[in-house]
């Protein structure tokens, strides 16, 4: 009998240690590329085959050195489609170098000061809507539409849904977004 205690006892901690690796070693999964806890935001980014055209903006506005930085940031990062979902012309506009000033506001439009993960944001609205500034200087209002949806309506009152949450960074904390948010110019 004790030796079957001993054994069913030394399997069940197999089990938990197994079960408490896997859960450490699962990387979420954005574009069909693994995101890697340990790299930073622009070194997931890169890799994320729906976040091609952000990358892409990001390097343009010469903006990579700074969310490579330590942070901590949150990023609402828009997929390919939400900036195909513009108005015809406007991501080729933004790209050419005399629009570096606005397409690096619409950027850093979408990055908060600080790590909001899932847990974070909604301990913050709790109680309803809630403002949070941008690093551009601009406001974004974030509410909760259902148990587990975030929504993030722009200063023009455009809605963005958080499609991803969670997307952890060395240097904080990516939720991938189904719409570009536009500041006030």
Do not use: W
Request: charged share 15%; glycine share 6%.
């Amino acid at each position: 009998m004790k030796t079957c205690l001993k054994v069913a006892t030394m399997a069940l901690m197999f089990f938990v240690v197994t079960l408490t690796i896997n859960a450490q070693s699962a990387n979420v999964m954005v574009g069909g590329e693994a995101m890697l806890p340990a790299k930073n935001i622009v070194d997931n980014a890169v890799k994320s085959k729906v976040h091609t055209t952000l990358v892409a903006a990001v390097t343009a506005a010469g903006l990579v050195e700074t969310l490579q930085r330590k942070g901590p940031f949150t990023v609402f990062a828009p997929v390919n489609d939400a900036f195909e979902n513009l108005p015809e012309g406007t991501v080729e506009t933004l790209l050419k170098p005399e629009n570096k000033a606005t397409l690096t506001k619409v950027l850093t439009y979408h990055v908060v000061a600080g790590k909001y993960d899932f847990n974070a944001l909604a301990a913050l609205i709790k109680k309803g809507t809630k403002s949070v500034t941008t690093v551009s200087g601009g406001k974004l209002m974030i509410k909760m539409n259902g148990a587990r949806n975030i929504q993030i309506t722009d200063e023009n009152g455009a809605v963005a849904n958080v499609s991803t949450y969670d997307v952890y960074q060395s240097n904080g904390v990516i939720h991938t977004i189904d719409a570009v948010l536009l500041p006030k110019m």
